[in-house]
């Protein structure tokens, strides 16, 4: 069998190979805002990949901003993407999709004008799994333009998506031959990162590390910028290096209305208000003229959100704390923050 | 499963998902291995643990490894699922340990299954480019499908899920039937296990390899279980009735388990 | 061109398959001798890989073992293996070898009857390279029985490896499939572990990580054992998680004469009169009847070799600081250990 | 490279593997990367750093990423190569970078090096199974010699060393000439780049992809060159003559990058 699905990326290795080249190893200040990084790295049909799991450890501030910009004809790596491609098919940014997990928000349910989205035909799918996904990904890492895999075989899955099957020449098994997924640009959510784009991530990694290595281009927001010598003085905390990436926003919170993980929890409050506005085509207008084109940063979404207060329940909540104002002051060893 | 459990007269002490979820349990032995997504999964498996199966190593297919959950996760990425974890990892790993056969068992849904036990998450409709409508997809259901020893269903049972044929098939059970899932080149000794529903426990016959009664629930008949499936499903002989949930078992899942309702409070079907 | 060389080990994903599922998921203790970890887990003729990089953090108490039980006719993984390979060769436990680098100590020469032992025809090697046996434990890792590369291209050392040449179906491009490298044993020296085998590195991994989940039984030694907090409390210290892991030895300067990064130095003294003793077979037996027959374990091996003090040595050697003879004790914020 | 040096005044003012190194550290860019061995490479890499090229990244196949060198490594594993490191990773992630293409050049050597570049340091003699001397093998310098942009040798010069046909190819220089790289699979626009001996620089010619002089060092006669070659070297005209290390660089060199003269206390043949 051999999938009819399209393949939206180059897989050609040794273009790739000029590409990484011509990145420069130099340890420099790329620190910028979210509008200037996404107005510079991010162009009208590039093909994005989304780091973390889509409502944990996304980058929320840059995909705003990408919305707000109004990005059009983008590819899209649907790795588990839930928020994410909420939010960026809000804004009806992409036309082309890998397809490993869409339009779902896990058990919380499938919004209905995302979903609409990808019924409508606006939106040219090509199937794979999160398995899949990721083992591309590491092909690209590794620099080749193809992996073999033991998924998707037998199913339709398989029938829609852009792998051949091939022979192991040691043992005749069966393979399928993922194509190597190399994205234009990756926006990727981290906890630390230096002003050279060296990169901390606490928790689960889905497929960060490898992400920044296929990348084009990487651009980094993280909850906070740290001196390069929290990397050079603990090697342990190096996820990604700097020499992978391309720009780097500090954004506190910026993976709000997400869980970050050791930070705040997801607002579940928020995420559900989110998707009753999906309900139809007018709550949801008003709602993303309120939260999303009604804001001009992602500070003016925080405060809508509720600000520093709401932060601290998700942070207790995070902790699995009692809310800060049940607490008596001075009684707790975790102190108030 | 025995069939002289006096299942009516405690009939009104469980609700349908509490039954669900110990019934679940079950299955999973000390020593294994589970991936568990949200909801009844996770419940299952931290109720196993609790009980019967203390080395149960629960996976998280996002990364999170053993953890000690202190509470349900909402996410299948989310905190609660690193909470005092062994490790966290990424999702490249899991499937890598997947695919190397460390996975014993796996918990999957779908809107549709066939008698064959093939799955389908992706769209109502056979028309790929036009679909009626569209899911989520295969996420990694079809990598735990094709690659965990043993595949679990739990699902609300109906005529309208349980189809002759699924209009797309995202995650293999016996695709065709006997010998296709090895045609196709997917590794020898996996497949469909167990298929939990709200009406019984169903397995493969092991020959044929369709969908097969093993026993029904307390206070359900034979033709109700038929009757909410769109094919003929087989029924073993002698057919057993499902244990009900032990006061151990509702007690630990309520006390500890899932003190929040969060999944024990919901609808069955 | 197809490689002329012997592939050593199973190459079948499915029999593989086997074999880990039928390893136990418990936490259960692991803990054990040097003696038994190898009595038990290592038998003649087995395929045989080594963590670390040949004179960094190897596992020198379990190499000895292995020489002083007198295993014969392993395999053995020579994936920059320099003293682990010369201690084994000593003992002349392996007949066939996976080159990438064996023999040599890098910079600091070549063992001669190291290098006589290979020159006899007694060993039976297949030529790769340190990224080639990398990749082939990567695809083992993966579960998969080969993965493409493009290194050994057109030359002897494709020749006489065990690799064949494949086109990429979504390129036309010529690549190497590797078959995977499922080792019956790794043996590992690891910074921390606990007794259920959930284990930490620091510093350079070199392969270990997918090592430790190629292999079909894996023996840990550690410079020290911690409780199981250690890692649950911080998962960027599982390294190596335990259900991976047969045995675990506790060895305190476990990897010595080795360099153990962030704990002491390698004693290039020791490795060089080791390097000048193969000189000759007579030289050779006498240096090996006192250091390593004569030895009951390799704490005997340990005192022979300058004991504690020779140890403190090593690690003011790590930590760059003056020899501790020299320091005027409570002037030095680093204290003396 | 100037012919009009008055390196006859300063010739006792260096010895020969001070200029090895010197010239070596030359070639690295500002922004570069490279990958380095233990000795004269590692000595270049460190120079060239504190001289001309501040972001030079430093890469060691072991895993270690960028470190601030406090001394030479003896291994290019051991605990120096990630001294204030910005990462410790694994030799699997180093060979992806290279296969990705991040790594401009590389350091190799080798027991034989022929007319093409290509780099012997498996065996003398061309029977595999029973070999006159056996050395250690590729190691990563097949690896490097693959997928680095540019692969620099830096190597005495003997007619034994510089053969017309190595014994054994280990790692691919130009193969047999024009074209054969490409044929043989390897990525384009990779291979041997500079020939740094104790008598002269080496290039290759950019059609023939032979080996040709490019510079001859201070003292030194194209004779000799000549006559230290198993096999017949281009001669690039005009010939160059090698810019003699200059104070900077010497002072540098032994006071900052080797002040213990582990690499530069050698003798450089």
Redesign the interface.
């Known amino acids: 069998m051999e999938g009819k699905g399209r393949i939206f990326t180059e897989v050609d290795p040794d273009l790739l190979r000029e590409c990484f080249r011509s990145k420069s190893k130099k340890l420099t200040n790329k620190v910028t805002s979210v509008e200037e990084a996404v107005r510079v790295h991010l162009h009208d049909g590039d093909y994005l990949a989304v780091g973390g799991f889509g409502g944990v450890r996304i980058p929320t501030a840059l995909l705003h901003e990408i919305v707000r910009q109004g990005r059009k004809g983008l590819g899209f790596a649907g790795h588990t993407a839930t928020h994410d491609c909420e939010i960026l098919a809000a804004g009806k940014c992409f036309d082309r999709c890998d397809a490993a997990y869409i339009i779902g928000l896990e058990a919380r349910g499938i919004p209905k004008m995302t979903r609409k989205y990808f019924e409508s035909g606006a939106v040219e799918c090509t199937e794979w799994t999160n398995a899949a996904l990721s083992w591309r990904l590491r092909a690209a890492a590794m620099g080749i333009s193809f992996i073999p895999a033991r998924s998707m075989l037998g199913t339709d899955t398989e029938l829609h998506s852009a792998a051949k099957e091939i022979a192991c020449p040691f043992t005749g098994k069966k393979y399928l031959a993922l194509p190597a997924l190399f994205p234009d640009v990756a926006i990727i959510h981290v906890h630390e990162a230096d002003i050279n784009g060296n990169c901390h991530i606490r928790g689960i990694l889905v497929s960060d590390q490898d992400l920044a290595r296929a990348s084009k281009t990487v651009i980094i927001s993280a909850e906070r910028l740290v001196p390069i010598d929290f990397f050079r003085q603990d090697q342990e905390k190096t996820t990604i290096p700097y020499y992978l990436v391309d720009a780097v926003v500090e954004v506190p919170y910026g993976s709000y209305p997400g869980n970050m993980p050791y930070e705040y929890y997801s607002d579940e409050e928020h995420l559900q208000e989110w998707l009753t506005a999906e309900e139809s085509p007018e709550t949801y207008q008003a709602f993303l003229d309120k939260y999303l084109f009604g804001t001009r940063d992602f500070s003016g979404y925080l405060e809508l959100c509720g600000g520093t207060h709401r932060m601290r329940q998700l942070r207790d909540l995070e902790y699995l704390r009692k809310p800060a104002l049940e607490r008596s002051e001075g009684t707790e060893g975790e102190g108030t923050d | 499963m025995t069939t002289d459990d006096p299942f009516l007269t405690r009939k009104a002490e469980y609700n349908g998902m509490e039954l669900l979820v110990c019934v679940a349990s079950r299955y999973l032995e000390?020593?294994?291995?589970v991936s568990v997504g949200?909801?009844v999964p996770v419940a299952a498996a931290m109720l196993a643990q609790k009980l019967y199966a203390p080395?149960?190593?629960i996976i998280?297919?996002?990364?999170?490894?053993?953890p000690?959950l202190?509470?349900m996760p909402?996410?299948?990425?989310?905190?609660r699922?690193?909470y005092?974890?062994?490790?966290?990892?990424?999702?490249?790993e899991v499937?890598?340990?997947?695919?190397?056969?460390?996975v014993?068992y796996c918990f999957l849904g779908g809107a549709q299954i066939d008698l064959y036990g093939?799955l389908n998450s992706?769209q109502v409709g056979t028309d790929?480019?036009?679909?009626k409508?569209?899911?989520?997809?295969?996420?990694?259901?079809?990598?735990f499908g094709?690659?965990a020893?043993r595949t679990m269903v739990v699902t609300p049972q109906s005529a309208r899920r349980f189809v002759p044929k699924v209009d797309?098939?995202?995650?293999?059970g016996y695709?065709d039937g006997p010998g296709?899932?090895e045609?196709?080149?997917?590794?020898?000794?996996t497949g469909p296990y167990k298929v939990i529903t709200n009406l019984a426990v169903l397995g493969y016959h092991p020959e044929s390899k369709r969908m097969m009664v093993e026993s029904i629930h307390p206070g359900v008949t034979t033709d109700e279980v038929r009757a909410n499936s769109g094919f003929e499903l087989l029924v073993k002989e002698p057919l057993g009735i499902t244990d009900p949930p032990s006061e151990d078992e509702l007690r630990v899942l309520r006390e500890e388990v899932d003190p929040l309702k969060l999944v024990i409070g919901r609808e069955a079907k």
């Open positions: 000390d020593g294994a291995s949200t909801g080395n149960l190593l998280f297919e996002a990364g999170g490894i053993a000690l202190p509470t909402i996410s299948v990425g989310d905190s699922t690193i005092k974890a062994i490790q966290a990892t990424s999702m490249t499937m890598d340990t997947l695919a190397r056969g460390l014993d093939n992706t790929y480019r036009k679909p409508v569209r899911f989520p997809g295969s996420g990694g259901a079809n990598d094709s690659l020893w797309f098939i995202t995650t293999p695709l296709s899932r045609r196709a080149g997917l590794p020898p000794g």
